[in-house]
């Protein structure tokens, strides 16, 4: 891949260290994606204790708002004109949409994508990314492999850990908790009960703590002999509660540090911050990311809960999901719809979604993105399974890629949404495959657009 040093993100693949047995029996390394050569809650609510909390949201009304959402891609700049280009490198001709006319630009990016895609552990899966520019005067989605629908929603998996953070910042925000608030008192009494006799002292983990993944919790998902992964693929269409995941976390696991101490990657945690928000605002966790986020006044109506809420009408079937070869779609995403995961979106709209909270359109206060952003010294330079993460901030991770700070999250099935707010450049990425790596994808995405 020439030129791929230019970029300065990625350290040399290593061998997947952390991952459950039933994947390294699928994937023992962590799979380069190819890139081209240009350089670049349970579901209902839960019973709460006595509070009088509500969500409050002062941003402004939807009907000041005259964005109308569609799965149809919308233009950033004057222009509305929407073109269509087709790649003769795949059996299938994508259905690229592009609020930029620029023919070079328009094939340079969807080279990216013919070339990512080749490398796919499967024929049937698909590469599918979005580019928004607003300064670039572009919004352009597209896919390369055996799905030619470039509006076809899409598994977040953790990439959805990144509005969690932004909904709890958001409670924040209404003075409903603190971060530096005791999970304790914001928890429901059969958890506090559950996680102390496993010995965690739940007056010393803060909510800040829990967003950051330095609050010493074990992950239910991914730690050190969890037969999670091994579960579900055994019986996939298993419908999972938050309470049967802390209740694996705790059986298999303990605190791994005192809070603060250190970081550890924790699903755990995510799943008691979605706890905290239905405790807090009285809903149920996607109703109330919706309502605290905004998300319908900033246009997104196709962003949803696959377990637990209804998909938008008039969306198409979601992307079929890998690993390895083997095709998971039969899965009960279930086992990933309680705060660290489980949302799914078209690839425009997750990177529209990047860049409003990058550029301060979702929180109220503009300290509170500053607060999203702070990162503890304890998280700088992490990585998951060989893949790297970044430094590790409150829901997002800072890296450098171009020369350009920009911030991101990566999901389990391939993914990677970030926003690079000085180049004014958000984008999404995925495989729709677990455990390859989006990364050198996006980095020549990025490098293509600022090259423009």
Not at 77 to 83: A, G, L, R, Y
Not at 273 to 285: F, H, M
Not at 366 to 379: E, F, K, Q
């Amino acid at each position: 891949m020439a030129g791929r040093r230019t970029l300065g993100v990625m350290a040399p693949h290593r061998p997947v260290s952390r991952v459950v047995p039933v994947v390294l029996a699928v994937l023992t390394v962590v799979a380069p994606v190819a890139c081209s050569s240009n350089g670049g809650n349970d579901t209902g609510t839960p019973t709460t204790p006595d509070r009088s909390s509500t969500v409050t949201d002062t941003i402004p009304s939807d009907d000041a708002i005259t964005t109308s959402p569609s799965t149809t891609m919308t233009s950033t700049s004057t222009s509305t004109s929407t073109s269509t280009s087709t790649s003769t490198s795949t059996s299938n001709a994508p259905t690229t949409t592009t609020s930029n006319t620029d023919p070079a630009l328009v094939d340079a990016l969807q080279a990216v994508l013919d070339a990512a895609a080749t490398s796919l552990p499967s024929p049937d899966a698909t590469v599918q990314a979005a580019v928004v520019g607003p300064v670039a005067g572009i919004e352009w989605a597209s896919t390369s492999g055996s799905d030619p629908e470039a509006n076809r929603p899409f598994r977040m998996a953790s990439v959805g850990k990144t509005f969690t953070a932004a909904t709890v910042l958001r409670l924040v925000e209404t003075r409903s908790i603190a971060l530096d608030d005791p999970i304790g008192a914001l928890l429901l009494p059969d958890t506090v009960t559950l996680l102390e006799r496993d010995g965690y002292d739940l007056a010393t983990i803060t909510v800040a703590h829990l967003l950051q993944h330095t609050g010493g919790l074990y992950d239910y998902a991914f730690g050190d002999g969890s037969p999670f992964l091994q579960d579900a693929l055994a019986d996939r269409s298993r419908v999972w509660t938050r309470r049967e995941q802390l209740e694996l976390a705790v059986s298999v696991g303990d605190p791994l540090f005192a809070p603060g101490s250190g970081f550890r990657y924790s699903d755990t945690g995510y799943a008691l911050l979605g706890e905290i928000i239905e405790v807090e605002t009285r809903l149920p966790y996607a109703d109330a990311m919706r309502d605290l986020l905004g998300l319908d006044r900033l246009g997104l109506a196709n962003i949803w809960l696959e377990s637990g809420q209804t998909a938008p009408g008039g969306l198409l079937p979601i992307s079929r999901s890998f690993l390895g070869s083997d095709e998971i779609s039969d899965l009960d995403f279930s086992l990933d719809a309680f705060g660290g995961g489980g949302l799914a979106g078209t690839t425009t709209e997750v990177a529209r979604f990047f860049g409003a909270l990058l550029g301060g359109e979702v929180f109220v206060e503009p300290t509170t993105l500053g607060r999203l952003l702070s990162v503890p010294d304890t998280n700088r330079a992490q990585e998951e399974f060989g893949i790297v993460l970044g430094d590790g901030a409150h829901g997002v991770y800072r890296m450098d890629i171009g020369g350009q700070t920009c911030w991101s999250h990566r999901g389990f099935l391939g993914t990677i949404a970030l926003s690079c707010p000085d180049a004014g450049v958000s984008l999404v990425v995925t495989t729709n495959t677990a455990l390859t790596d989006p990364l050198p994808v996006a980095a020549d995405l990025i490098a293509v657009v600022l090259a423009a």
